[in-house]
């Protein structure tokens, strides 16, 4: 009824003592502000990963093995490739992925280069039809590994732009490194994926996983990459491949199938709890502004103890006083929140200015701290809410004064 | 046909640790529509106690009060709000007025509170406004009036509900005498256009204004007629008929 009054009226006295306000104001304008910035990190922090992953491709599924150490119970490649060509609905493409136990020497001449990812894969780790490999890197020239290569232990391999730039200034193509001691000839380029640098996404070589497996001395294949058809196919792929090792190995003991459609959702719902907790550490601040609040509101109804008597004298009921003054509380908790939000928006823009200079040198993706709008919502609406809660008791005192008393009251 | 109010036998009693101060003492008090009546006495007598009892601000320990022909004695706080709101127009020695709202904001107020429209509520302050010759100072704070023009306002207040009482309680208090007689003289002219006005004050002079006085003592009525009767004047224990000779 008179909703528009009591909200000019509150702006009117908080403009009269603005440093007041100011005071009254500073807990939830805090509170807000944190809360912003949080969600704003963790909502940019979350957006990273998640773009990191599907980068890396949301559709791989990693098997990792470790066997049973009795000769009779191994899994083959041939196996592995049977089952992705038995399951063409879930599985899209399958490839042993054979890590170095120990990083390799590459050299060219007297270059010598210790930080290279070498990894042994087959030729079915890379799909030309969409010139990509499963881990996502494409060919600017040159091919990839081919089934005779593999088979043969052919000594060649495809290089990445940061060994392309530094051994042979972008023409590698054809020419030959040593890979521990081996000489290898790139048959293929790889297109730049990270920002060229040592130890980066572009420092990387494929050469056969045989081959691989000789350079690590060992004779099984302990890593395979799977890529599932799509992401909603994630979950039957790895259960397809997870009914074919348990076969073998008549225990899930010796193997792991993980896909990054699950540790993407893993993630997120660990990003999600740890945000809720800060969202709540934030939120003890939301209280105490309401404390402040309340205060404040108790010492404005003892100040205007006369205006409270005159207001009823002249018919205010209790509604009508309670509501001047929740309203009043509102208001200030309001803007108060409005202050809030701006400073964590201007906090946040800087947090995700000064992560982003972190990262830049390690090359990671993009991050950028968004605020969430529905976080913007809820944080006003949580800040109007506390000024309605915790104007309520010196509300209600003021709207239970005695009208005499409060009229007789200097 | 009934009276607009009627007190009958009316007891406020104050306990103040063991003894009982009676404020009211068996008051009966009766006012119709369209008089002029002013309620005097001495410091303590029980003036005040009256007028918040009339003003439906307090309720008697024991008797009846009927306003308006509707027992208002027994209300609870919200249904005594609606009350002073429909029927009773106050006007303060201290004006009242609050002070962060203009004067539009302040004679606007009780219409606020009876739910009047806006644009109407608008129209019907600024005639009050007008009826007390403050038309054109509507947007000024109470502080930028002088203390006549703050009272004025408070009466245009009491005005803009059109109630049918107006109470006003000492209203000339805190003016000069030439303020507080024009005040006095408009009290006057709403009650020869037909409002029904009670005065309270300890003034004899102010108090032969009305038509009818009331006098009370010690928390009863100890005169109660004409105020142009010399009886109407006599203090007991004081020569103040002397004072009002010379006005
Ligand atoms: N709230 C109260 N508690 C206790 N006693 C009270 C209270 N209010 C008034 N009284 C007593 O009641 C009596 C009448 O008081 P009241 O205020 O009605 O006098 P009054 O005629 O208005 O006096 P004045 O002219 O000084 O304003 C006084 O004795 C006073 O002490
Ligand atoms: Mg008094």
């Not at chain 1, 108790?298 to 009823?312: A, C, D, F, M, Y």
């Not at chain 1, 390690?362 to 968004?370: C, L, V, Y």
Request: glycine share 10%; with cysteine; net charge negative.
């Amino acid at each position: 009824m008179n909703f528009s009054q009591s909200f000019r009226l509150a702006v009117k006295s908080l403009m009269t003592s603005k440093m007041r306000a100011l005071l009254t104001m500073l807990g939830i304008i805090i509170g807000v502000a944190a809360v912003i910035v949080i969600t704003s990190l963790g909502n940019g922090m979350q957006k990273m990963m998640n773009d990191q992953f599907d980068q890396l491709g949301a559709n791989l599924i990693q098997v990792q093995i470790w066997g049973r150490g009795e000769g009779s119970r191994t899994i083959e490649p041939e196996d592995m490739y049977a089952l992705a060509e038995k399951y063409p609905q879930y599985i899209s493409g399958v490839s042993p992925y054979v890590n170095m136990y120990q990083t390799p020497t590459i050299r060219k001449g007297t270059d010598e280069y210790k930080r290279t990812s070498v990894y042994g894969v087959s030729e079915a780790f890379y799909d030309a039809s969409r010139n990509q490999t499963i881990t996502g890197e494409s060919l600017v020239q040159g091919r990839f590994l081919s089934y005779v290569d593999v088979e043969r232990y052919q000594n060649v391999c495809v290089i990445g732009d940061y060994l392309n730039q530094e051994l042979f200034q972008g023409g590698g193509l054809g020419k030959t490194l040593t890979i521990g001691g081996t000489p290898y000839q790139v048959i293929g380029l790889l297109e730049q994926k990270a920002d060229s640098t040592e130890g980066s996404g572009d420092d990387v070589i494929f050469l056969p996983y045989g081959n691989a497996l000789r350079l690590n001395a060992s004779a099984t294949v302990s890593l395979y990459l799977f890529t599932s058809t799509n992401k909603d196919a994630s979950a039957a792929a790895k259960g397809v491949i997870e009914n074919r090792l348990f076969k073998t190995f008549q225990s899930s003991d010796y193997y792991m199938v993980m896909s990054s459609a699950e540790m993407m959702d893993a993630m997120n719902t660990m990003m999600d709890t740890m945000m809720v907790v800060l969202v709540a550490i934030a939120a003890i601040s939301l209280l105490v502004g309401g404390i402040g609040i309340m205060n404040i509101m108790l010492v404005s109804v003892t100040e205007r103890t006369r205006e409270i008597g005159i207001r009823k004298s002249l018919g205010g009921k209790r509604r009508d006083i309670r509501s001047q003054f929740i309203i009043e509380a509102g208001t200030t908790s309001a803007i108060g929140g409005v202050l809030g939000i701006g400073l964590g928006v201007l906090m946040a823009q800087a947090a995700g200015a000064l992560v982003r200079g972190l990262m830049s040198s390690s090359g990671g993706g993009e991050f950028n701290a968004i605020p969430g709008v529905d976080s913007v919502a809820i944080a006003f609406g949580v800040s109007v809410a506390i000024g309605i809660a915790f104007g309520y008791l010196p509300a209600n005192k003021a709207a239970k004064l005695n009208p005499i008393d409060a009229l007789r009251y200097d | 046909m009934e009276h607009l109010i009627e007190l009958k036998d009316v007891y406020k009693i104050y306990h103040m640790g063991d003894t009982a101060v009676h404020a009211l003492d068996g008051v009966n008090i009766t006012v119709d529509r369209g008089e002029f009546v002013a309620i005097v006495g001495q410091s303590g007598s029980g003036k005040s106690t009256a007028m918040n009892i009339i003003g439906c601000l307090d309720v008697p320990t024991s008797g009846s009060y009927h306003l308006g022909g509707v027992d208002v004695s027994t209300m609870d706080d919200d249904q005594q709000a609606e009350i002073r709101n429909k029927m009773l127009g106050f006007i303060f020695q201290q004006y009242n007025l609050i002070p962060k709202l203009n004067v539009l904001e302040n004679v606007e107020l009780p219409l606020l509170y009876a739910g009047v429209p806006s644009g109407e509520r608008r129209q019907r302050a600024l005639s009050a406004l007008e009826r007390v010759g403050l038309q054109g100072k509507h947007k000024n704070l109470p502080s930028q009036l002088s203390g006549g023009q703050q009272q004025r306002v408070s009466i245009a207040r009491a005005l803009a509900g059109s109630p049918s009482v107006i109470l006003a309680d000492e209203p000339t208090g805190a003016l000069d005498s030439r303020t507080g007689r024009e005040v006095l003289a408009f009290l006057q002219k709403l009650n020869a256009e037909g409002d029904t006005v009670v005065l309270i004050t300890h003034d004899n002079s102010i108090a032969v204004k009305a038509k009818r006085i009331v006098r009370l003592q010690d928390g009863r009525v100890i005169y109660d007629g004409d105020a142009h009767d010399p009886q109407a004047l006599v203090q007991p224990g004081e020569e103040e008929t002397q004072e009002v000779g010379q006005l």
